[in-house]
């Protein structure tokens, strides 16, 4: 079984954790997040106004539009978003994931790379299967996922679907890989943590309601963030971060303009204003 039953207050077996990421490509935590913190996720992300986020200019996809959009950069948007960011469980599974493959005294290995929630609406059809690490197979792993399931997801509300052990394969999936691909029926609450060499889409949605995900990503602090996100943090977010939480955002990661502000790649950011 790929499935941890993870109450909230019990102790989390990270090692187990660890092995079924490396061998598995995947885990399911159930009962990760409360039901009251995923409703409040939920309504918050459905009360946001699709026509703000969504950035349609051609035919095709003001079409595609009436089937799913995304909500984009969470951490912006609301505090307790940015405060998923820096979840303790969550940062410890990232720091036995990534420390594969870093030197042993390294230390902030790891980036927050995106957070953000996509919306299906009725009949949505299943989303091709990719992967987002942009390197198939890559090893030791660059990226790691969290789907958040804010409702209990079954068969026909497009759960997410994924291909186990997929990380390993070195080439990119077709068409033809659908039918290995098993779907991740899981309750309100639970995470799946996932390598993102792994091949994923969501499956086909069939039923009414809406299906509201949540992708939180990291990645190596050499990597680029989807968005830069130390210039985009509203100013009353950014001032009650702490050092820890700066780094786990990237602000030490963003290179220097010249060798004449900074000799190394990672330091303070240079010629920063918030506005
Ligand atoms: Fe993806």
């Not at 999936?173 to 390598?195: F, Q, T, Y």
Request: proline share 4%; charged share 30%; hydrophobic share 35%.
């Amino acid at each position: 079984m790929n499935i941890i039953n993870n109450p909230m207050n019990k102790k989390i077996n990270y090692i187990k954790i660890q092995k079924k990421l490396e061998k598995n490509g995947f885990i399911v935590l159930e009962n990760f997040l409360s039901k009251s913190y995923c409703k409040k996720y939920l309504n918050k992300i459905l009360s946001m106004k699709k026509d703000l986020y969504s950035r349609s200019s051609d035919k095709f996809k003001k079409k595609k539009d009436n089937l799913e959009y995304i909500v984009w950069n969470l951490q912006n948007k609301d505090k307790m978003f940015l405060d998923l960011i820096f979840n303790k469980k969550i940062n410890k599974i990232c720091e036995n994931y990534f420390s594969q493959g870093a030197y042993k005294n390294d230390r902030d290995i790891y980036q927050f790379e995106l957070l953000h929630a996509r919306i299906l609406k009725q009949n949505a059809p299943s989303q091709r299967l990719h992967l987002d690490s942009r390197v198939c197979a890559i090893y030791p792993p660059t990226h790691l996922q969290f789907f958040f399931y804010l409702d209990n997801l079954n068969s026909d509300d497009g759960p997410l679907q994924l291909v186990p052990k997929s990380h390993k394969i070195l080439r990119y999936p077709s068409i033809r890989d659908n039918k290995k691909a098993k779907k991740i029926l899981a309750k309100e609450g639970s995470v799946i943590v996932m390598n993102s060499n792994v091949w994923h889409g969501s499956a086909e949605k069939k039923s009414k309601k809406y299906r509201v995900n949540i992708t939180l990503a990291f990645n190596r602090w050499f990597l680029k963030q989807q968005f830069a996100v130390p210039y985009g943090l509203p100013l009353k977010f950014q001032k009650k971060l702490n050092i820890k939480q700066k780094k786990i955002l990237g602000y030490f990661n963003y290179p220097p303009r010249t060798e004449a502000t900074r000799k190394s790649m990672r330091g303070s950011l240079t010629n920063y204003l918030v506005k």
